[in-house]
C-alpha cells in the first residue's frame, strides 16, 4: 500500500474508535434491523461488526474496498445534498489501507454470498460463501502495518471508552435498530429495538425514567425532537449531551449555548443537563465536510437555528411546569 493511501487512511482513522463508527454508520444505512458489535483488545486485534441489511452483490463487495467508492451518491445533485455523512466512499479503503479485513456480505435475492479479504490495501482473496443475508465486517489488527501509529494508541480501557461513546450515539439515535456489544466476549449491551425513551434508559440507566421531559419542534424547514432532563437531574460532569443532524452524532459548542439559555435559573450551580435532540434539516443547509472526524457540521443559518432550539427546550421545560 502507498504512503499517500496510508496518510489518506490516517485521516479517517485514527483509532479502534474511528472504525467503529464508520463500520456501524454502514450498518445503519444498509437499513439494518440488528447490529452486533464484536471487540476484542478494545479494538485492536478485532472489531468486527455483524449486520442484517441489505448486504452487496459480488461487484459492489468488491469496489467497496476502492477509494470514492459510494454508492450513496448517484448524481451530481447528490454531491451537494448528501442525505448520508461522510467522506464518500473513503471509510472502508481507509479501513483496509491499515488493517486486514474480512468481509462476508449477501444480498436478498443471490444465492450465494461473497467473501472478501483484503490486508494492507491488497485483495488476498475472493470466493462465493454460503452467509445470512446482511454484511460482517472483521477488521483485525488495525495499524498492524504502520507501527508507529499502532504503538500510539491508548491504553484499553481508554480506547474502549471511545468504542462506547461512538457505540452509544448511534444506538440513541437509532432506536428502531437492536444493537448488541461484546467486548472480549462479554455482552455489554443488548439494546432491543423500540422507542427512543426507553433506548435513552437502557443505556443511561434507569435513573433517568423520571427524568425526561420529550422536546418537539416541528417547522417547515426543520424539525428539532429529542428529550430533555429535568434540571434537578443535571450532573456536574458532561458527557450526556447530544446533538444529532439528520441522525449522525455531532459537536457543537453554540448550540450547546442555545440549549444552556434555555436552562438558565433552573439549574444548580455548574451542572449540565441530558439532553439528546436529534435536528432535522435539509442536507443542502448543513456542510459536513467542515473536518475529516465529521463530527463538527456548520449550518448555512446558525442564528435562526439557535434560535429555535432554545425555544423548543423552552417550551419543552415551560410545558412541564419548569
Ligand atoms: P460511504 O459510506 O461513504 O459510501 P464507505 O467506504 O463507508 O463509503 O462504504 C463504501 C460502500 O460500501 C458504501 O457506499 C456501500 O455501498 C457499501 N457498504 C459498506 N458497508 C456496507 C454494509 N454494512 N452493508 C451494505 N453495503 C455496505
Ligand atoms: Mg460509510
Known amino acids: 500500500e502507498s504512503l499517500a493511501n496510508q496518510i489518506a487512511a490516517g485521516e479517517v482513522v485514527q483509532r479502534p474508535a474511528s472504525v467503529v463508527k464508520e463500520l456501524l454508520e454502514n450498518s445503519v444505512d444498509a437499513g439494518s434491523a440488528n447490529i452486533t458489535l464484536i471487540v476484542k483488545d478494545a479494538g485492536k486485534t478485532l472489531i468486527q461488526v ?30 451537494f445534498a448528501i ?38 490495501g491488497e485483495r488476498k482473496e475472493q470466493e462465493p460463501v454460503s452467509v445470512p443475508v446482511g454484511t460482517s465486517i472483521a477488521v483485525k489488527n488495525l495499524f498492524f ?45 443488548n439494546l432491543r429495538a423500540g422507542k427512543m425513551a426507553k433506548r435513552i434508559i437502557s443505556i443511561f440507566g434507569r435513573s433517568h425514567q423520571e427524568q425526561l421531559f420529550p422536546c418537539q419542534e416541528d417547522l417547515e424547514v426543520m424539525s428539532v425532537n429529542g428529550y430533555i432532563g429535568k434540571p434537578e437531574s443535571a450532573k456536574k460532569t458532561r458527557g450526556e449531551q447530544f446533538f444529532f443532524v439528520n441522525g449522525r452524532f455531532i459537536k457543537h459548542s453554540y448550540l450547546h449555548h442555545a440549549v444552556m439559555t434555555a436552562y438558565e435559573g433552573l439549574l444548580p450551580d455548574s451542572t449540565y443537563p441530558f439532553y439528546m435532540l436529534n435536528i432535522q434539516v435539509d442536507p443542502k443547509d448543513v456542510d459536513v465536510n467542515v ?12 442564528r435562526t437555528l439557535y434560535a429555535i432550539v432554545s425555544a423548543a427546550v423552552k417550551q419543552a421545560l415551560a410545558s412541564y411546569g419548569v
Open 50 to 79: 455483524i449486520d442484517d441489511g441489505k448486504g452487496m452483490s459480488e461487484t459492489d463487495a468488491r469496489m467497496s474496498f476502492e477509494r470514492h467508492a459510494t454508492s450513496k451518491i448517484t448524481s451530481t445533485d447528490d454531491l
Open 145 to 189: 502495518n504502520i507501527p508507529a501509529r499502532r504503538k500510539f494508541l491508548k491504553s484499553n480501557p481508554v480506547e474502549m471508552k471511545h468504542i462506547i461513546d461512538e457505540f452509544q450515539r448511534v444506538a440513541l439515535v437509532n432506536p428502531e435498530i437492536s444493537m448488541t456489544l461484546y467486548q472480549d466476549d462479554n455482552e455489554v449491551y
Open 83 to 120: 442525505h448520508t455523512f461522510g467522506f464518500r466512499g473513503e471509510a472502508l479503503a481507509s479501513i483496509a489501507a491499515v488493517s486486514q479485513v474480512e468481509m462476508k456480505t449477501r444480498r436478498e435475492d443471490d444465492e450465494m454470498g461473497t467473501l472478501i479479504e483484503v490486508e494492507g
Open 291 to 302: 473536518h475529516p472526524t465529521k463530527t463538527e457540521v456548520k449550518f448555512t443559518d446558525e
